[in-house]
């Protein structure tokens, strides 16, 4: 944000079991987080942002912790990551609510953007929670994959890789309807 007298991004990227992710840090907070895309060998860095200072993957302290919970969360070991503590200062009051409520939703659990826009406390709100959504920059720790549309189904997913990464996410959290075996 021209002329922001926030503290600059501290970033870094790392391997899980879906491919390469990136991360940034303002203090302890978690600011960005990136998803990998299609390419499971591009790397985040445009991502993140100019400001970012890149570093290497810690290992110890809190950040370290984060990177472990999250391999270890993308790993099947599930982890409602509601402990890391994030940043929105940058972010408008709506996008702020929407953040709050969909951070609330257990791995292996869904809502629908009506749903979200209920307990964001503006009724009939579905597409602006889409949009907000859509803008997101902290997915998996902020789990956007776990708001689908009324009817259950995967409309779309703005984080690198689109719906094949929602699927893949959902499917590691063992949720209802998704990465489970069918009869035909």
């Not at 709506?94 to 939703?105: G, L, M, N, Q, S």
């Not at 779309?156 to 949720?175: D, H, V």
């Amino acid at each position: 944000m021209p002329g922001s007298t926030l503290a600059p991004l501290d970033a870094t990227d790392f391997d899980t079991a879906i491919g390469r992710c990136a991360v940034a840090w303002r203090g302890d907070a978690v600011a960005r987080f990136h998803l990998p895309g299609h390419d499971p060998l591009t790397t985040p860095v445009g991502r993140m942002g100019e400001d970012a200072h890149w570093l290497p993957t810690p290992t110890t302290g809190s950040r370290g912790e984060v990177i472990t919970r999250i391999r270890a969360h993308l790993d099947g070991d599930l982890d409602d990551l509601r402990w890391i503590p994030i940043d929105l200062t940058e972010l408008p009051e709506f996008h702020r609510a929407v953040y709050t409520v969909t951070r609330a939703i257990d791995p292996g659990r869904t809502l629908s953007y009506g749903e979200v826009a209920d307990r964001a406390g503006t009724p009939g709100a579905a597409q602006a929670v889409g949009q907000a959504l859509g803008r997101n920059p902290i997915p998996l720790i902020i789990p956007c994959h776990r708001v689908l549309a009324a009817d259950h189904a995967l409309h779309g997913f703005s984080a690198p890789g689109g719906i094949e990464t929602k699927q893949r996410l959902l499917a590691i959290e063992r949720t209802a309807g998704f990465g489970e075996p069918t009869l035909f």
